[in-house]
């Protein structure tokens, strides 16, 4: 008998699959609409995220934000239109060419889109209902002017010129976010870990179907065609 595919040991819900939430910082996300004014009183770091966190406080109260590269202690961070590196805006009020991150889906969902490091999108088309943004894959995305936005880029872009050097810390790294590490290939298992695994490699069709019990479906599930489309 086979073991369980890694799919299989996952969804079964066992401790070694689940995040580690409990050592997560919190939150972050835009917390109220409407215009408002605070400052930087400390920029930590948070396990579960490559960016660094800034913690601000608005009128006694402390908020946890993605901040912009180069945002420091004491700076001032403001909610309106004004555009400054760091400022949370709407972003019908952002003109075109300006990089923007942190970017809600809907109006006060707290942000959703670029959000790594280094990761932003530029205003493309700027109208009263809707706004054109172009992501960092060149995908082009019209969205709700009245979405929020964070002017600049995500802090802690520079973290992948830092190489690991070793494996074992390349493992806690990723065990730290809650990330499954290493992935291996089907291929390169045992017979009894997958059904590509053993000499064979994978010495089976990848196309699968639909109905195929849960030991069996892996590969191309269900797939209309396989192989490189070529011109007519």
Same mark, same amino acid.
Request: charged share 25%; with cysteine.
């Given at each position: 008998?086979?073991k369980?595919?890694?799919?299989q ?5 066992n401790?070694?699959y689940l ?10 996300r835009?917390l109220?609409?409407?215009e408002?004014?605070?400052v ?7 396990t ?5 966190v800034?913690v601000?406080e608005f009128?006694g ?11 420091a202690?004491g700076q001032k961070i ?6 400054t590196?760091?400022n949370v805006?709407?972003i ?9 991150f942190?970017i809600?889906?809907?109006p006060?969902?707290g942000g959703?889109m ?5 990761c932003?999108a530029t205003?493309s ?6 706004c054109v943004?172009?992501?960092p894959s060149?995908?082009? +995305? @019209?969205?709700? #002017?009245n979405?929020?936005?964070?002017? &600049?880029i995500? $802090?802690?872009?520079g973290?992948?010129?830092?190489p690991f ?5 390349k493992y806690f790294a990723?065990k730290?976010k ?11 298992q ?11 490699s994978?010495?089976k069709?990848?196309? +699968? @179907?639909r109905? #195929?019990?849960?030991?069996r479906?892996v &590969?191309?599930i $269900?797939a ?9």
């Amino acid at each position: 008998m086979g073991k369980n595919l890694k799919q299989q040991r996952r969804g079964k819900g066992n401790t070694r699959y689940l995040a580690p939430s409990h050592r997560y910082i919190g939150k972050i996300r835009y917390l109220e609409l409407g215009e408002r004014e605070g400052v930087v009183i400390d920029i930590v770091h948070s396990t579960g995220k490559h960016t660094p966190v800034a913690v601000a406080e608005f009128n006694g109260k402390h908020e946890l934000m993605i901040p912009a590269s180069g945002t420091a202690v004491g700076q001032k961070i403001r909610y309106g239109t004004e555009l400054t590196n760091g400022n949370v805006v709407p972003i019908n009020s952002v003109p075109e060419g300006t990089r923007i991150f942190n970017i809600e889906l809907r109006p006060g969902d707290g942000g959703k889109m670029c959000r790594a490091p280094g990761c932003f999108a530029t205003m493309s088309v700027r109208g009263d209902n809707q706004c054109v943004i172009e992501l960092p894959s060149r995908r082009q +995305v @019209s969205i709700n #002017a009245n979405c929020r936005a964070t002017i &600049g880029i995500p $802090a802690g872009y520079g973290r992948q010129e830092k190489p690991f050097m070793k494996a074992g810390n390349k493992y806690f790294a990723m065990k730290a976010k809650g990330t499954l590490y290493p992935i291996v290939r089907g291929a390169a298992q045992n017979a009894v870990d997958h059904p590509f695994g053993g000499k064979t490699s994978p010495g089976k069709e990848k196309t +699968v @179907s639909r109905s #195929a019990p849960p030991g069996r479906k892996v &590969g191309m599930i $269900a797939a209309k065609r396989t192989g490189k489309r070529r011109g007519r």
